[in-house]
Every structure is written in structure tokens, then in C-alpha cells.
């Protein structure tokens, strides 16, 4: 069953937090420093951290990557066939200058509050420091759980913020517990957990759908 929830009755992202994102991309790509292979590195990085955590058991056939900005996200770590790529602002990307679209690719435009994929056709979900930028973070988790296979694996990666530490582009605080405690009422199994990378309290879980009635 693809995602059919109606835009309107989701949460969707103001023109002004739109022309953030856009505006930080564009600062991005000015900064000599934080090219495209800068990016690619950093998330073969984060992979590295992934397998560190708990040494994925397979490469997956069917990957998304939810939040993938414009550089592809996970997928540009892999650089396998047959990912799908979900950001709100996809369209958009393709004003960006220097951004290579690869065609063995499916880039999507939509939020991760409504994926437009049938449920249960994902072996692997990947999103890395997105779920922090969503407007509503549990309803996002609960799509994720639904387009993963029972077994499914979805590999997270994000920041937990304090009230101090919330700006223009990120405006949700909640703690490294709470976090943990909606996945699993959402009905996934965490794996393997890893708190306090960093000064920005980022954290990776690796965790599993379990078994149970789809919506």
C-alpha cells in the first residue's frame, strides 16, 4: 500500500524554513572545504560509525534514504543501484550547481511525514541528522516503520538538542530517552544505541521493524 495521506493533513514546512534550508545549502557549496567528495566522505564515515555500532548483516537490495539533502546521502557512501532518495526539497536541489544526479537512483520530492512507497518493500532505512529538521518527527518514524520488510533494518543518525541549542532551522528539543522511547511505541526494536558523539549530543541507533499488522 503506497503512503496516501493527503499534504493538507500533514504538518508541511513554512516558505521561510524552506528559504533556511535552501540559503544553508547555497552557504554550503561556497565553502571551499565542504565539497561534494567532502560529503561523500562523511558518509562513508558515518557508515563506518553504523557498522562500529552493530556490523551491518547484508548489503540491502532496496535502500531509502530519508532526508538525503543533495548530495544523496547514505546512498553516495554505497554507491549501489536501486536506492530511493526522500527530501522535501528535491525539487529544489536542482538549482544547486555542482550537484551530479545519479541514474541508477530514485530521487523523490516529498516528506517523510507521507513516503510515497508501498508498505513493507524496504530492506534498509538510512536517515542521518533529518528527523530533527521534520515538523512532525513520530509521524515520520511511523512511516519508516511502515515501508520496511518485518526484519527491516532503519540505521538513524541525529542530533538530541536541548532548548539552548534550537535555532531557526532546527526547532524541536527532546532528549536522547524520549527519543528512544517513541521508536519503540512506534513498534521498532533497538539493536544497538549510541549516545553523546559529540558536543551536539548526536546519537546512532540501529534498529529492526518487528513483526505486526501493517497499516
Same mark, same amino acid.
Not at 544553508?24 to 563506518?48: A, G, V
Not at 524520549?178 to 521508536?183: A, D, G, K, Q
Given at each position: ?12 514546512? %513554512? ?12 552557504? $554550503? ?5 565542504? &565539497? ?15 557498522? *562500529?555500532? &552493530? %556490523?551491518? %548483516? ?11 539533502? @543533495? ?16 527530501? @522535501? ?5 536542482? &538549482? ?18 507521507? $513516503? ?15 528527523? *530533527? ?17 518485518? *526484519? ?12 539552548? /541549542?534550537?535555532?531557526?532551522?532546527? /526547532? ?12 519503540? *511505541? ?7 544505541? /549510541? ?10 541507533? $540501529?534498529? &529492526?521493524?518487528? /513483526?505486526?499488522?501493517?497499516?
Amino acid at each position: 500500500m503506497l503512503g496516501t495521506k493527503r499534504l493538507e493533513t500533514i504538518m508541511v514546512w %513554512p516558505d521561510n524554513f524552506i528559504e533556511y534550508e535552501m540559503r544553508c545549502w547555497e552557504d $554550503i557549496q561556497l565553502t571551499p572545504d565542504e &565539497s561534494e567528495e567532502f560529503h561523500i566522505n562523511k558518509y562513508k564515515r558515518c557508515i563506518q560509525q553504523f557498522n *562500529d555500532l &552493530s %556490523p551491518l %548483516p547484508y548489503f540491502p537490495d532496496v535502500a531509502l534514504d530519508v532526508g538525503c539533502g @543533495p548530495y544523496g546521502g547514505m546512498a553516495v557512501a554505497y554507491n549501489a543501484k536501486g536506492w530511493r532518495l526522500v527530501d @522535501p526539497l528535491m525539487d529544489q536541489f536542482r &538549482s544547486l550547481k555542482s550537484i551530479t544526479r545519479n541514474p541508477d537512483w530514485e530521487y523523490i520530492c516529498a516528506y517523510g511525514e507521507d $513516503i510515497p512507497i508501498c508498505s513493507s518493500s524496504v530492506d534498509v532505512v538510512f536517515s542521518t541528522n533529518a528527523l *530533527d529538521h521534520t515538523c512532525d518527527r513520530i509521524e515520520c518514524e511511523r512511516e519508516i516503520w511502515r515501508v520496511l520488510k518485518t *526484519d527491516g533494518l532503519f540505521c538513524l543518525s541525529l542530533h538530541c538538542r536541548e532548548t539552548q /541549542q534550537l535555532n531557526e532551522g532546527h /526547532q524541536q528539543s527532546y532528549t536522547f530517552n524520549e527519543l528512544y522511547n517513541e521508536l519503540i *511505541d512506534c513498534g521498532f526494536t533497538i539493536l544497538a544505541e /549510541q549516545n553523546g558523539l559529540d558536543e551536539r549530543h548526536k546519537c546512532l541507533m $540501529i534498529l &529492526s521493524k518487528t /513483526q505486526g499488522e501493517e497499516e
